[in-house]
């Protein structure tokens, strides 16, 4: 069964300093992997997703992620921070065949410091 | 294009009471879930429907929970009773289809609070 691992449930950046939020996964083969952000109060919106081909993708309010195959990893990056960016985000993977759940990681809460 | 409804939005009920929430997918999405996210925690599936069919329950605690998606549209989820460990957001999904890279919509969930 595939998994995620979210590195550190809190991070705090300066307002336009670099955001890094780490996520690995767990899978016997290498699946679909998503990132959701969820504001106070609301559901969760896709901000990313990874299929097949490129490693980096390109996501909606300036975020992307990379796909590293031999660190299991799909890390969520953004150049420069914005107030607006504070929130919950989640990881998320989904087998590419047989088991069809999405398996969400515990959230990583942004914090951003004017 | 309105999104995923849920009501209602926050409740409050009493141990051993009764609860239901609902669900109204987007228009055209054959594909809807239910999600449990304890605070703190990212969503968990309870159950996942294909039109009119659950064909993913195997997380729903079927002696306290059911769900229920008439005519394949609306969706309710109903505790009775209801616990205190029970206390959490319950979101509600829909998508146009169920496996791969079908996007994923959430409502904005219910909020229930057991005392």
């Known amino acids: 069964a595939q998994s995620v691992t979210q590195l550190g449930s809190h991070v705090s950046v300066s307002e336009g300093a670099l955001v890094l939020l780490r996520c690995n996964y767990s899978s016997s083969v290498p699946p679909y992997l998503f990132w959701y952000v969820q504001y106070p109060n609301q559901g969760l919106q896709l901000l990313l997703k990874y299929t097949t081909g490129a490693t980096l993708v390109k996501g909606i309010n300036g975020f992307e992620a990379e796909f590293k195959k031999s660190e299991t990893s799909f890390h969520l990056t953004k150049p420069s921070a914005h107030m607006s960016d504070a929130a919950e985000y989640f990881c998320a993977v989904r087998a590419k065949v047989g088991n069809e759940k999405l398996t969400f990681g515990t959230g990583t809460r942004l914090t951003i410091i004017p | 294009e309105a999104g995923v409804v849920q009501s209602p939005r926050y409740k409050i009920i009493e141990k051993k009471q009764p609860v239901a929430f609902w669900c109204n997918p987007i228009?055209?999405?054959?594909?809807l879930y239910w999600y449990l996210q304890n605070l703190g925690q990212g969503p968990e599936l309870l159950i996942r429907?294909?039109?009119?069919?659950?064909?993913?329950d195997s997380q729903l605690p079927k002696d306290r929970f059911s769900a229920e998606r008439l005519k394949g549209v609306d969706s309710t989820l109903k505790i009775q009773p209801a616990e205190l460990g029970d206390s959490a957001v319950y979101l509600c999904?829909?998508?146009?289809?169920?496996?791969?890279?079908?996007?994923?919509?959430f409502g904005p969930g219910t909020r229930l609070t057991v005392t």
């Open positions: 999904a829909s998508s146009l289809g169920g496996g791969g890279t079908y996007e994923q919509y």
């Open positions: 429907y294909e039109n009119e069919e659950a064909v993913d």
């Open positions: 228009s055209g999405h054959n594909t």
